[in-house]
Structures are given as structure tokens and as C-alpha cells.
């Protein structure tokens, strides 16, 4: 028998638009209703679980499209810290997350393909894989072993569709190098949606790949070429691109807010807000591995010990949030908007993630006026 929730009297933000009073009421782990006033007090039995927001905010779950981990370990640790890292992004918020795997050698990438694909069979909250690597630029390869990376050959791209077995959700691929035109056909003929990033490609080399089927830029500014008056780069390749959302780590780290308020002008609608997590996410400063590389974090801020380039975040979808409203002057109903229903659509998951809609995967987190979390529920569950 499922379980009934009704959370009442929010303000409810959904699509782009704040609902005063506001309700939502979950059946099992799918939104059965959401209405105004007191009406959800005709549609509960006494036995359902009650939540008064008291006025506060009520938004969709949110979605990382990208983060390698959290809580101490990264998620190509396996099963166990796969568990762990997400429980520790749920608190923050994340309800949905697709996880993110380093370069390693395609044997290695197989094996973690098969212990994600096995996480997302079981756990809601896993949406699938995605391959940073390693079919990447050497010198954009930011923390990224130099010496795993290659070519995006048919064979390897075969072997890691085939060991996804459906759950590869996202590659991100350099397109300037051979095949990568050809695997770029072959991943997206699969389903899987295929980003631009750490790439030394041009405007029209990035324009090319947006036009072959890319439709992701795999954390804008970072890993690839800047914007220059003369030299657009893959950033005004994927503003130019309608379909191409572009991913951003909104740490204060990785790009500036002013850079960050331009990405939101610059592809209204088509910014999602990412973490790009490594394993010292919501756990201490100090040593930590990333795939083969070994990584220092001081003051939450990620690096190489060898050669000193950032390597990922110690964000949390949360902070990302605040950040944007508070700090880059994003409006928000268009940042919630940034965490929800623009990676839904990314993924191809807009029909039932990422809005507090009837029919629509129960996910919702309280926020309060400071848009601290106060409560998340993924899948219709209370979890935290």
C-alpha cells in the first residue's frame, strides 16, 4: 500500500513560477496533485504524513548532472560509496544524480559502468553514468590522467555502451580528434547524450559537434578555450546551439559571478547548475585520490598536488543555489530552475523530473528564507 504525503501552505516554485499557499500531495513516489489553499485537507486520510511549510519554499528535487562523489569517497569506489556520497548530497538537497567516473582504462570504466548500471536498477536516485573521459584533449585534460587518455575508437565505444548495459547517460568528448565525429553518431544512435569538454576545439569545430548531435558542454569555461571577439570559442558555440545545455560549477572557484550571470543571459533556459563533486565533498580539507591522481584540498578548494589544476569541487547543489541568487543576481525562480527542469530536459527525463506537477517523480525539497535546506524527499520518501 503507498504512502500518502501532502506538504501545504509553501510557496510553491515549479517552472519558472512561484505559487503562493500552495500544496503537493504524493502517492507512493509519484505527485498525485498539487492545489491551493486548503483543499489538500479533502483529499488526505488520517493515517497520510502531513508537512506544514508555514509559508516556506517548495521546489522541485534537485538534479546533478555531474559530480564524482562526496562524504570522503567517490562514487568509482563502488557500491558502498556510491551509497554514501549520495545520502550526503540527498541532505543537500540532490535527489536525482548521474554519476561521474574519471579516465581510467577502458577494462577499469567497464567494471564501473557495470556497478552504476547495477545502482540505478535499485536506487531512484541514480540516473546513470557519465564518462568525464577519456576521450579528452591533452591539453585541456585539467585533472585528468594524461597518460589514460585516447581515441574514440569503435571498439571502445562498443565494449563501455555494452557494459552500461542502458545506463550510460552522458560522454563528454573532445571533438577536434579522430572518431570523434563518428562516436559522437554512435553515442547519441545509443541514447546517450554526448557533451563538449575538456577540449582544445575551436567555435566552428564545437559548432560541428552540436550540430552532429553533442547537446551538453561539460562544465562551461573550464577545460576548454575562453571567448575572445575574435575567437568565440565552444561556450558561444553552445549559446549559439539552441539544444546544448551548459553545465556550470557555481563554487566562486571555477567561474566568476559575473561570467556566471553571463552564461544565464547568454542561454536563457539552458544553464544547469552542477557540482562536479569530488569525494571531500561535505567531508574534511586534505590528501584524496581522483581516479589515478592524487589530489590536495585546502579551504574546500580541489587541486593537483602535481601541477596544481582544480579537480572538481567540494560543492553541493545547495550552495550553488544560494550562490547564484545571492552572489551573481540570478533571479530565483530561473536558478531553481537551473537545478530542476533544465537537467531534466538535458537527460531526456523533462516528462516526469524536475517539476511538481501530477505524474511527476516525487521529489521535492523545503527551503527556507535564507534557502537553507529544511527537509528533501526523493521518491516520495523523507530523506532528511
Do not use: K
Amino acid at each position: 500500500m503507498s504512502t500518502t504525503t501532502v506538504i501545504h501552505s509553501a510557496r510553491l516554485i515549479t517552472r519558472g513560477e512561484r505559487t503562493d499557499d500552495g500544496w503537493v500531495r504524493f502517492e507512493g513516489d509519484r505527485i498525485a496533485e498539487r492545489g491551493l489553499g486548503d483543499g489538500w485537507r479533502e483529499r488526505v486520510a488520517p493515517d497520510a504524513q502531513v508537512t506544514d511549510a508555514a509559508g516556506r519554499l517548495l521546489v522541485p528535487g534537485f538534479i546533478d548532472l555531474h559530480g564524482h562523489g562526496g562524504a570522503g569517497v567517490a562514487y568509482d569506489e563502488g557500491a558502498e560509496a556510491i551509497e554514501r556520497g549520495l545520502s550526503m548530497h540527498a541532505a543537500h538537497g540532490t535527489t536525482r544524480a548521474v554519476l561521474s567516473l574519471v579516465t581510467a582504462p577502458v577494462d577499469r570504466l567497464v567494471d564501473q559502468l557495470a556497478v552504476v548500471a547495477e545502482a540505478s536498477r535499485r536506487d531512484p536516485r541514480v540516473l546513470g553514468a557519465h564518462l568525464e573521459g577519456p576521450f579528452l584533449d591533452h591539453e585541456f585534460r585539467g585533472a585528468h590522467d594524461p597518460a589514460l587518455l585516447r581515441r574514440a575508437d569503435a571498439a571502445a565505444v562498443q565494449r563501455l555502451l555494452a557494459a552500461s548495459d542502458g545506463a550510460l547517460r552522458q560522454v563528454t568528448i573532445a571533438p577536434e580528434h579522430p572518431g570523434a565525429l563518428d562516436a559522437i553518431d554512435r553515442f547519441v544512435e545509443a541514447g546517450v547524450r554526448v557533451a563538449v569538454g575538456h577540449t582544445g576545439a575551436d567555435f566552428d569545430t564545437a559548432l560541428a559537434a552540436f550540430q552532429a548531435g553533442a547537446s551538453i558542454l561539460t562544465h562551461a569555461f573550464n577545460g576548454m578555450r575562453g571567448i575572445h571577439h575574435r575567437a568565440p570559442g565552444p561556450v558561444v558555440a553552445a549559446m549559439h546551439a539552441d539544444h546544448v545545455t551548459l553545465e556550470i560549477v557555481n563554487d566562486g572557484v571555477h567561474v566568476h559571478p559575473d561570467v556566471v550571470r553571463l552564461a544565464f543571459r547568454g542561454a536563457p533556459g539552458r544553464v544547469a547548475l552542477i557540482t562536479d563533486a569530488m569525494a571531500a565533498a561535505g567531508a574534511a580539507d586534505g590528501r584524496y585520490d581522483l581516479g589515478s591522481l592524487e589530489v590536495e584540498v585546502v579551504d574546500g578548494v580541489a587541486r593537483l598536488v602535481e601541477g596544481g589544476s582544480i579537480a572538481g569541487s567540494t560543492l553541493t547543489l545547495d550552495a550553488a543555489l544560494r550562490r547564484a541568487v545571492l552572489e551573481c543576481g540570478i533571479p530565483l525562480e530561473e536558478a531553481v530552475g537551473a537545478l530542476t527542469v533544465t537537467p531534466a530536459a538535458a537527460i531526456g527525463r523533462a516528462h516526469d523530473l524536475g517539476r511538481l506537477d501530477r505524474g511527476f517523480a516525487a521529489d521535492a525539497v523545503l527551503l527556507g528564507d535564507d534557502l537553507a535546506v529544511e527537509a528533501v524527499w526523493g521518491a516520495g520518501t523523507r530523506l532528511s
